[in-house]
């Protein structure tokens, strides 16, 4: 079974270089690979999280060289659960984006890039998910951040490339910070394995330790969007394509706070820097949902309420509890699957009332009954109303809080419940403004174009995903915003009455695999409470290691 860990990072990157040589070519070829690459990662997760809960954690060092020398991989109850939650919502984004429809325009772009990117990313999560190494944390950390850069600016548009910009500056700054603190911890310690560290880091002056602590804690900070380190995300996130938003905000964040448990528990056992990070979990929790609250933009206000959702991870991690793991465990895996569905469901709205300005929709209960459905779903289960996923991660952490009896756990106990009530609020607010109401007068027709080749400065509507194929073709230069025939050629985005199967299918999916959180609850947080217990006791990860 030890063998099967690497296939989650490997089969991603060898299905990257079948994508690229078939390009453009073989558009149905490139995205049955893509899709059964995806669908084996998945089955090979599940087996390792099975595996790793049955008989403990798994791990194989490359190319047979022991640390601290190779290239450590361990795959155990947490990592387990993650690389199963994130490999399934990455297939059910990837089927969303086949059925967006929407092709690399050939005379402009000599290979299809979606997939390649794509396969990529996933690449890099499986990699950072199962690394056993700072350094080849790093490495997934830089593999997931180079595709990033490319799905983030698909189409050339100006505010695409402006955000895109803003992402490749924060990332590279956090980079070379992260940098800094490997060379760090190497030299005070003499290697980067974790199991190794484990047994080292505490041999170190109190002074460095808090150094090194406190560094690996702002880099992952900033990869969760955790407040005050959170002002780049409202503004990259919600100018990309659909899919990749949703990919992005319900996923790519998360490998942040996998790797604040992963290390504040492996590395840093004994919470010093607890109440620091209970008071920015407070202030991600208060000020992202404040600015959501003041959001008329579908995105932007998703935008925020994933900065205010960090925050309850951060909570649990603050903690240090075996209770709290747990509970943040649990909240990681629904968040990862609730917020990745609201934005599947931002791209299904904007594709239907050509916009995601709450002000400038509205009637789509009436107009389009299964959309409602597919929001009103995770908007509850994001706002923690009973008995779905989100309240049950909520009441982990809150009896952790109140176990804890602290001053700032009481804090954070009260400052959830306002979120929590204030994200039901934020709900309510785009149930009523977006579904519930009228339509208002001028709210696009069904064909109004959302974006065409004369639309290079301008991000209006579902966005063209290169390398899917089969788009709607309409006439090249018509200008957005009217309604139109479709033509034999052309490239353009348009409204529909009718949504492509694939994107609600792909959508409902989404919506069943959360509900499936709240259907087997019992065994999710009994399975999270011994991953929360795995991280506590660290010896058996060390054990499957370092082999004593």
């Not at 259907?519 to 660290?538: C, F, H, I, K």
């Amino acid at each position: 079974m030890n063998a099967l860990v690497p296939l989650p990072v490997l089969l991603p990157l060898c299905a990257t270089g079948l994508s690229l040589a078939f390009g453009t070519r073989l558009k149905q070829f490139q995205r049955f690979i893509s899709v059964a690459v995806l669908t084996a990662v998945l089955a090979l997760a599940v087996a390792l999280m099975i595996s790793a809960d049955t008989r403990g954690p798994l791990s194989v060092h490359l190319g047979d060289f022991a640390p601290p020398l190779g290239i450590t991989l361990v795959a155990d109850r947490l990592s387990g659960l993650m690389l199963t939650v994130s490999s399934a919502i990455t297939l059910c984004v990837l089927v969303y984006s086949i059925g967006q429809g929407m092709a690399d325009r050939d005379e402009e772009t000599p290979v299809a890039v979606f997939h390649p990117a794509y396969l990529i990313l996933v690449a890099g999560v499986s990699c950072t998910f199962l690394a056993g190494d700072l350094v080849n944390l790093y490495v997934g950390f830089e593999i997931m951040l180079v595709a990033s850069f490319v799905l983030l600016t698909l189409g050339g548009t100006g505010p695409r490339v402006r955000a895109g910009s803003t992402y490749v500056i924060i990332s590279l700054f956090s980079s070379m910070l992260f940098l800094t603190a490997i060379a760090m911890t190497y030299a005070a310690t003499g290697t980067a394995n974790f199991a190794q560290l484990a047994g080292r880091l505490g041999g170190l002056p109190l002074g460095v330790q808090t150094l090194i602590q406190a560094m690996l804690l702002t880099v992952f900070a900033i990869k969760a969007a955790v407040f005050p380190l959170a002002a780049w995300l409202p503004d990259s996130y919600p100018t990309a394509p659909a899919p990749v938003t949703a990919v992005f905000a319900g996923l790519l964040t998360k490998v942040g706070i996998y790797c604040m448990l992963r290390t504040e528990t492996l590395l840093f056992p004994g919470n010093r820097l607890g109440d620091l990070l209970m008071a920015a979990a407070l202030a991600s929790m208060v000020i992202g949902i404040l600015g959501a609250v003041a959001q008329t933009d579908l995105k932007r206000l998703l935008s925020f309420t994933l900065i205010s959702h960090i925050g309850y991870m951060v909570f649990g991690i603050g903690l240090a509890s075996r209770d709290a793991y747990g509970g943040a465990i649990v909240y990681v895996a629904h968040h990862i699957t609730v917020q990745t569905t609201l934005f599947l469901v931002a791209g299904l709205i904007e594709r239907r009332g050509g916009t995601t300005e709450l002000t400038r929709i509205g009637g789509l209960a009436k107009a389009a009954p299964l959309l409602a459905a597919l929001f009103f779903v995770p908007a509850m289960n994001l706002a923690g109303i009973p008995p779905l996923s989100g309240f049950i991660g909520k009441l982990g952490l809150m009896r952790a809080g109140v176990a804890d009896g602290s001053v700032w756990a009481w804090i954070l106990v009260i400052g959830s419940a306002v979120a929590s009530l204030l994200t039901l609020y934020v709900m309510a607010k785009v149930w009523n403004l977006a579904f519930w109401r009228a339509a208002p007068p001028g709210q696009a027709a069904d064909g109004t174009v959302l974006e065409s080749d004369d639309d290079k400065d301008a991000d209006e509507g579902p966005d063209r995903i290169p390398g899917t194929g089969d788009e709607p073709v309409f006439p090249r230069h018509q200008p957005a915003g009217r309604a139109v025939a479709a033509t034999l050629h052309g490239h353009a985005v348009t409204t529909t009455t009718r949504l492509p199967r694939l994107m609600t299918g792909a959508t409902a999916a989404a919506v069943a695999f959360g509900l499936s959180f709240t259907v087997l609850a019992g065994p999710l947080t009994s399975y999270t409470d011994r991953a929360a217990a795995e991280l506590l006791a660290r010896t058996p990860y060390t054990e499957a290691v370092l082999g004593r």
